[in-house]
């Protein structure tokens, strides 16, 4: 069965940190680009950042650039999403997600929110 399992959301303060995680299970996570979107309120799911199967390479949204990080562990199956700087604007859910890349399978995970608030 096929899963991603994010965790590591919870209330922090602006200024402060956050490391979320995402647990892959059921497929071979070495074949996947993983990204990390986050949807606040009332807006639209958005891309927060990307990288490619082998960590080679990473993107980011111009909102986070410089105060977060991506990172992977395929051995681990896992990604995460290191989160420094944090704003109140960061307050939203967490989704992990996985494109394999070559063919069409992608995957969702069910979220963990995260909020900055004083």
């Known amino acids: 069965q096929v899963q991603l399992v994010e965790s590591g959301g919870g209330l922090v303060q602006p200024g402060g940190s956050l490391r979320l995680s995402c647990a892959a299970s059921?497929?071979?996570?070495?074949?996947?680009?993983m990204s990390w979107y986050r949807q606040a309120p009332g807006k639209e799911r958005e891309l927060v950042a990307t990288?490619?199967?082998?960590?080679?390479?990473?993107d980011y949204a111009d909102t986070v650039k410089g105060r977060f990080t991506i990172s992977r562990d395929n051995a681990k199956n896992t990604v995460y999403l290191q989160m420094n700087g944090l704003k109140s604007e960061d307050t939203a859910v967490y989704y992990c997600?996985?494109?394999?890349?070559?063919?069409?399978?992608?995957?969702w995970g069910q979220g963990t929110p995260v909020t900055v608030s004083s």
């Open positions: 997600n996985a494109q394999h890349t070559m063919w069409s399978y992608n995957y």
């Open positions: 059921g497929f071979t996570l070495s074949n996947y680009r």
């Open positions: 990288i490619t199967s082998t960590g080679g390479s990473t």
